[in-house]
């Protein structure tokens, strides 16, 4: 099998992935509401008062997050007021959950005080912490050193490999 | 078990993994800088080439990363030529390996074009495809639904929980 490391100056990386993932949830803010969507916020008060950015960013990352599929906007009302919007993950933003928690995993190794990380997340069943893992599709725990790059079916070449 | 997430009113945020951890790799230039050390670059007309985000911010992405302890400087010389720099991943840079592959996971499912994804990582050892999966310390596999989060040994509360 050939390792495509020794032609990526020929890859163009214009449909990247990562890129483009990053893209969608790629500011600070948009990752804390995120968070807090996971933690079970839904309402826009509660994500502006946990996430202090300020309301304005709030109600832009909402609807940014809302427009790019990652949250529902659901009508809900409570007796006497108006009509108001609360916000709950899709199963695309849903999904997203192994990255928030590969981005707190390595916080927590990498960046915790000397006091060590706020939270934990834990297995419902069995109260041991969740973490991610590199995995193959054959069980095996994965090192870095241990990741071959391939072409996949979107690869663009700019020009023909050696 | 008590589930925290009832008195999240409570906790103070200011110490979050997962906004430090954004801190420190939350632009889209320096994740692309990152994926590009990943796939082997080391030089600075490699990582200026391959992250077309201009010379300077490639030149300010790979200062900061350095700075961060991401990535290492290393003197090199050619024959002939001034002493240059080269940037290789360090142990905490190389540990961010599952916060790329878990974007380039979802991008791949999420967000890529109908051609499919343009690269794809697997095992060197058995040829199939790595992935980051939310697993637990005793080995299950774990459903977004069944994660818990409880308070860890940095966490500031703001009021005492009830």
Same mark, same amino acid.
């Given at each position: +099998?050939?390792?495509?490391?020794?032609?990526?100056?020929?890859?163009? +990386?214009?449909? &990247?992935?990562? #890129?483009?993932?990053?893209?969608?949830?790629?500011?600070?803010?948009? $990752?804390?509401? !995120? =968070?807090?969507?996971?933690?079970?916020?839904?309402?826009?008060?509660?994500?502006?008062? =946990?996430?202090?950015? /300020?309301?304005?960013?709030?109600?832009?990352? !909402?609807? *940014?997050? %809302?427009?790019?599929? !990652?949250?529902?906007?659901?009508?809900?009302? *409570?007796?006497?007021? =108006?009509?108001?919007?609360?916000?709950?993950?899709?199963?695309?933003?849903?999904?997203?959950?192994?990255?928030?928690?590969?981005?707190? @995993?390595?916080?927590?190794?990498?960046?915790?005080?000397?006091?060590?990380?706020?939270?934990?997340? $834990?297995?419902?069943? &069995? #109260?041991?912490? $969740?973490? $991610? =893992?590199?995995? &193959?599709?054959?069980?095996?725990?994965?090192?870095? @050193? *241990?990741? *071959?790059?391939?072409? /996949?079916?979107?690869?663009?070449? %700019?020009?023909?490999?050696?």
């Amino acid at each position: +099998m050939r390792d495509l490391l020794q032609d990526r100056d020929a890859w163009s +990386m214009e449909n &990247c992935s990562i #890129a483009r993932a990053f893209e969608i949830i790629g500011t600070r803010s948009a $990752v804390l509401v !995120l =968070r807090e969507a996971f933690f079970g916020a839904r309402r826009f008060d509660d994500f502006a008062r =946990r996430v202090a950015v /300020g309301e304005p960013a709030v109600a832009a990352r !909402l609807k *940014e997050l %809302t427009a790019d599929g !990652l949250l529902d906007r659901v009508p809900y009302q *409570e007796p006497g007021q =108006r009509t108001r919007y609360e916000y709950r993950l899709t199963e695309k933003g849903r999904a997203l959950l192994p990255v928030i928690t590969a981005l707190r @995993d390595w916080g927590d190794i990498w960046a915790a005080g000397p006091e060590g990380p706020p939270v934990r997340a $834990v297995h419902r069943d &069995c #109260a041991t912490p $969740v973490r $991610v =893992r590199l995995v &193959c599709d054959n069980g095996h725990d994965v090192r870095s @050193d *241990e990741v *071959e790059i391939q072409a /996949g079916p979107g690869l663009i070449t %700019t020009t023909r490999p050696a």
